[in-house]
């Protein structure tokens, strides 16, 4: 044996160095039990993260938040244990990501905002871990953010279309349209009516359209016709605009029809760029006469109309659906730039016949 190998067989191999905050001396004494625990955890769910990938992966981060809270919690484990215990997991586990201290600090917040493990494991663990993390960062109720949750599942979001509905407040929008459903409709098409239709809806993605004409905002939708689905809602399918309809040897053309695959029957939107007037509910009711006689297949049930309207008076709408018997509901619908204005400073604009009548004034 030469005298080099002898030397370095006697050699100690380095050591990895951590920050002093990290160092044995600094860890609590129950540290390398619990850094075993966690190890022969993630050992004993690496199969089933393989198998079920994102459900057995968000309860296993559940279950590293609550043991990193409970250490807090008991033992007083500081925010500084978090990045050595990453590091050892990382050691641990090489071919895992997720275990940054950015992502602990995740798993702790997930453990102690959905403190009941039957909730995340019925719920939670159902949608992404970056879904997961949009619920965390942009919500602070709990029931708020189940109630995104279970609509994540329900339509299958990705975390970017959550974001987005989060940032609209869906939930203060969904079944808040004015309807008649319940008198026009049985009491389960009309739970599930009042639920799928909201108020205000939300066209951010107008563009350059002149909100002032209907005609224009109407062209703009189907332009961005995936988007106008967005907002509509799961189930509604495109059929198309200005579909002529002929009664009585006249011409009409409803502004634009859609089919909603969930209720099962076509639902006609009538678009207005001026404040609610009760004389629209009997056009709409005459379209959906005409809707049922002409297109309705017998399997089909009966068509439910929706006016979108710049601005509405709730008892004038009320007092207005009062006696029909065809399933109708009223909403506003806003663009950015109105709901971009401040409360305060909306009132105070000019209306737009106050500015024509200004002109006119100027012209004469």
Not at 326 to 346: C, F, H, I, N, Y
Request: charged share 30%.
């Amino acid at each position: 044996m030469s005298e080099d190998h002898r030397q370095s067989r006697g050699r100690k191999k380095p050591q990895a160095s951590f920050p002093v905050a990290g160092s044995k001396q600094d860890l609590p004494m129950d540290y390398q039990s619990t850094l075993t625990d966690l190890k022969q955890l993630i050992a004993n769910e690496r199969l089933h993260v393989t198998l079920s990938a994102n459900a057995a992966m968000v309860l296993l981060y559940w279950d590293i938040g609550q043991t990193i809270l409970d250490r807090q919690d008991q033992q007083g484990w500081g925010a500084k244990i978090i990045d050595r215990l990453s590091e050892d997991l990382k050691e641990a586990f090489p071919e895992m990501n997720g275990f940054s201290p950015r992502n602990l600090k995740y798993m702790r917040k997930l453990a102690s905002e959905w403190p009941d493990r039957e909730i995340v494991q019925r719920t939670v663990a159902q949608i992404p871990w970056r879904s997961n993390l949009a619920l965390l960062d942009k919500l602070t109720d709990s029931d708020t953010r189940l109630w995104y949750a279970e609509k994540t599942i329900e339509n299958g979001w990705s975390k970017d279309i959550l974001a987005m509905q989060i940032e609209s407040c869906l939930h203060e929008r969904q079944g808040k349209a004015a309807n008649n459903f319940a008198l026009t409709m049985p009491p389960q098409d009309s739970d599930m009516a009042a639920q799928i239709f909201k108020d205000p809806y939300l066209f951010d993605f107008l563009g350059t359209a002149d909100t002032r004409k209907e005609r224009e905002v109407e062209q703009s939708l189907v332009n961005h016709i995936q988007k106008f689905l967005l907002e509509l809602g799961t189930g509604f399918a495109f059929v198309g605009r200005q579909i002529l309809l002929e009664v009585g040897n006249q011409d009409f053309r409803l502004d634009l029809l859609f089919y909603h695959l969930k209720l099962r029957c076509y639902v006609v939107i009538e678009l207005k760029a001026v404040p609610f007037d009760p004389g629209f509910t009997g056009t709409l009711n005459l379209y959906l006469s005409a809707v049922d006689d002409l297109l309705r297949h017998p399997d089909d049930k009966p068509t439910i109309g929706l006016l979108l309207c710049k601005s509405k008076n709730d008892l004038v709408v009320e007092y207005a659906l009062d006696g029909y018997r065809r399933p109708m509901g009223v909403a506003q619908w806003e663009s950015q730039l109105t709901r971009s204005l401040p409360e305060d400073l909306k009132g105070s604009l000019p209306t737009i016949e106050e500015i024509e009548k200004e002109l006119e004034g100027d012209d004469e």
